[in-house]
């Protein structure tokens, strides 16, 4: 059908338990077979709204790298839509790429954000993973809220790179803001 990117689940369902599932099940039978079917296929998945179990579950099926295309960091945000250090270390040691989210709600704990907010999960992901994995994820689609100084008055994209440029060099900016995405997708797809 042509799709080359695929999340499992937004909300639980009969192949992979969510973030928000109070019953972590990890992925279905049904699930496992998918993500065998679909990674000899070359579909990139999506860890992005899955469970912890899911995700390791996902993790032990396929080989092929797999992305978080909308998720931050949970030691900088205990929300359980962001991933363990040890799931980004996952995601990076095979080669995949994680999106920065600009919800606010999993950029800080108080549900209100700030560029504060965007510096810590960027700090953190330089920190711990380089800065070869992470890209823009923004998830700003039907959102009720951004973090101050966003609006949908102007380019978000615009607005995020100008913020970054505010405490990144121009070269790290320039990978987050579209190079590593692009360097991921012309590797696999």
Do not use: Q
């Not at 990674?39 to 899955?50: K, P």
Request: hydrophobic fraction near 40%; charge should be negative; proline fraction near 2%.
């Amino acid at each position: 059908m042509g799709r080359r990117v695929l999340g499992l689940c937004w909300d639980s369902n009969e192949l992979a338990a969510s973030s928000w599932d109070k019953d972590d099940f990890g992925l279905t039978k049904e699930g496992r077979e998918l993500v065998e079917i679909l990674s000899a296929y070359g579909v990139i998945l999506d860890v992005s709204h899955m469970s912890d179990k899911a995700f390791y579950d996902l993790i032990e099926t396929t080989a092929y790298p797999v992305i978080a295309t909308h998720s931050n960091f949970r030691d900088v945000c205990k929300s359980p839509r962001n991933l363990t250090l040890d799931m980004a270390k996952r995601i990076a040691s095979r080669g995949g790429i994680i999106g920065l989210n600009i919800y606010p709600a999993f950029l800080s704990a108080t549900g209100k954000a700030d560029k504060n907010d965007i510096f810590r999960h960027v700090d953190y992901a330089l920190e711990h993973l380089g800065e070869d994995v992470l890209c823009f994820g923004c998830d700003i689609d039907g959102i009720e809220a951004y973090p101050e100084g966003f609006d949908n008055d102007s380019s978000i994209h615009d607005r995020l790179v100008d913020v970054l440029l505010e405490r990144y060099s121009e070269g790290v900016v320039e990978k987050i803001a579209g190079l590593n995405a692009i360097n991921f997708f012309k590797g696999n797809l």
